[in-house]
């Protein structure tokens, strides 16, 4: 079964075991219940309670009791299965797992380069505060960080499985 992150713990809160989440799903309500089982690299957790601090939710696990047990859950990213109405997406939205793998194509800061210069394949889709980052792995050179904004990715296709940018001058070399 596909996973999918939907939140990363960002710290504790209270003496508890209580942690706050930053949000990496479009439907929070829906995706942070009681009950929830929530994959990590610590293993399963259960949310057993749920409440809403500041706009994120801040979940009581099973098994986390005190302020040192959810200390140890900072950073750990939260997943969980898809099921069958979580594939209904909009013709412009993507899953990271359908970007990765996928060669970067530019055409210039204007989109109109007849020969594109291939950047490199998506190692990974960072979910940055303002927008999120194509991660492109590139020969011989540092991974390119490129923004997920539609100024410039022109066009995503999957059959041909490549993403066509127009990036600014200068945006790879920094």
């Keep these: 079964m596909t996973q999918v992150v939907v939140g990363r713990i960002v710290r504790p809160h209270g003496v508890r075991g209580h942690v706050v989440v930053d949000v990496r799903t479009d439907e929070p309500e829906r995706r942070f219940q009681p009950d929830t089982v929530f994959h990590s690299a610590k293993g399963n957790l259960t949310a057993s309670e749920v409440?809403?601090?500041?706009?994120?939710?801040?979940l009581k696990l099973l098994g986390v009791n005190d302020?040192?047990?959810?200390?140890?859950?900072?950073?750990?990213?939260?997943?969980?299965?898809?099921?069958?109405?979580?594939?209904?997406l909009d013709e412009d939205e993507f899953r990271d797992q359908d970007l990765i793998g996928l060669l970067v194509c530019d055409y210039g800061p204007d989109g109109e380069a007849e020969e594109p210069n291939e950047v490199g394949t998506v190692s990974r889709v960072d979910h940055a505060p303002a927008h999120d980052l194509l991660v492109v792995k590139r020969r011989g050179s540092s991974p390119a960080l490129i923004p997920f904004v539609a100024d410039m990715v022109d066009e995503i296709d999957l059959?041909?499985?490549?993403?066509?940018?127009s990036l600014p001058e200068g945006l790879l070399e920094l």
């Design 159 to 165: 059959e041909a499985e490549v993403i066509r940018v």
């Design 51 to 58: 409440r809403w601090h500041q706009g994120r939710p801040m």
């Design 67 to 88: 302020r040192n047990a959810a200390e140890e859950l900072r950073g750990v990213e939260l997943s969980m299965d898809l099921g069958e109405a979580d594939y209904d």
